[in-house]
């Protein structure tokens, strides 16, 4: 059974620095895409940020230049760097992925709660 467990959520102030992680455990052949989304109460998921098995990236509009994606694939872990959020960051962040067990599938992990407030 294939797992994505999030950490490192939390209050964090305008400003600071938070790093989320994204864990895939189970028995898995290989993980493509890594990402994180976003959402805000009353409004739709909306991509943060995505990072391919190469490394290559792409991000939401409203974090560039301030969220960092990296990934570790020996540890098939994905992270989230946050440095000077806003209280408009402030969501429940998911991560997800493409996991092949003989077909592409995405896998979700199930939130971790993010708050930027002074």
């Known amino acids: 059974q294939v797992q994505l467990v999030e950490s490192g959520g939390g209050l964090v102030q305008p400003g600071g620095s938070l790093r989320l992680s994204c864990a895939a455990s189970?028995?898995?052949?290989?993980?493509?895409?890594m990402g994180w989304y976003r959402q805000a109460p009353g409004k739709p998921r909306e991509l943060v940020a995505r990072?391919?098995?190469?490394?290559?990236?792409n991000y939401g509009d409203s974090v560039k230049g301030r969220f960092t994606i990296s990934r570790d694939n020996a540890k098939k872990t994905a992270y989230l760097q946050m440095n000077s959020p806003k209280p408009e960051d402030t969501a429940v962040y998911y991560c997800?992925?493409?996991?092949?067990?003989?077909?592409?599938?995405?896998?979700w992990g199930q939130g971790t709660q993010v708050t930027v407030s002074s």
């Open positions: 997800n992925a493409d996991i092949f067990n003989g077909q592409w599938y995405a896998y």
């Open positions: 189970g028995s898995l052949f290989s993980i493509g895409a």
């Open positions: 990072i391919t098995s190469g490394g290559g990236t």
